[in-house]
């Protein structure tokens, strides 16, 4: 019994989930909400989800880029308009919402969402109100 309870508070305690997000998994929850993230507890971008694996992503009172994502090899990979290359996350889903590792990064990078809506992403710069 005691065993039962030390896995019951191990997965339902912060930190990682077993596994990670698949990509239809981060496309169902995803799908028409803008997400907030933050890193340390500071906001660090939000990023709207559109139809057909489309975003928007803008950094804190940054402009706006348009870009993709896809399934990588488990990962979720972002490509943006304002630079070709990839940039790789595994996401996982924990009680308070997306937590996201950078693939590649020694610092081991880590977001975590803190808000999300079914409002558009509000744009600084040329592509205000997107």
């Given at each position: 019994m005691r065993g039962i309870w030390l896995a019951a508070l191990l997965i339902g305690s912060p930190g990682w989930a077993a596994e990670p997000m698949t990509a239809e998994?981060?496309?169902a929850y995803t799908l028409g909400k803008?997400?907030?993230?933050?890193?340390g507890g500071q906001i660090y971008g939000a990023e709207q989800y559109l139809s057909g694996r489309r975003v928007i992503w803008a950094f804190?009172?940054?402009?706006?880029?348009?870009g993709i994502w896809y399934d990588e090899g488990g990962q979720i990979c972002f490509v943006y308009e304002h630079d070709g290359a990839p940039q790789c996350w595994t996401f996982y889903r924990q009680p308070d919402g997306l937590r996201?590792?950078?693939?590649?990064?020694p610092?081991?990078?880590e977001l975590s969402e803190v808000e999300q809506s079914r409002t558009i992403l509000i744009?600084?710069?040329?592509?205000?109100?997107?």
């Open positions: 998994e981060f496309d803008t997400l907030s993230y933050a890193i804190k009172g940054q402009e706006c880029t348009r996201a590792r950078f693939e590649g990064d610092a081991g990078t744009c600084a710069g040329p592509d205000v109100g997107v």
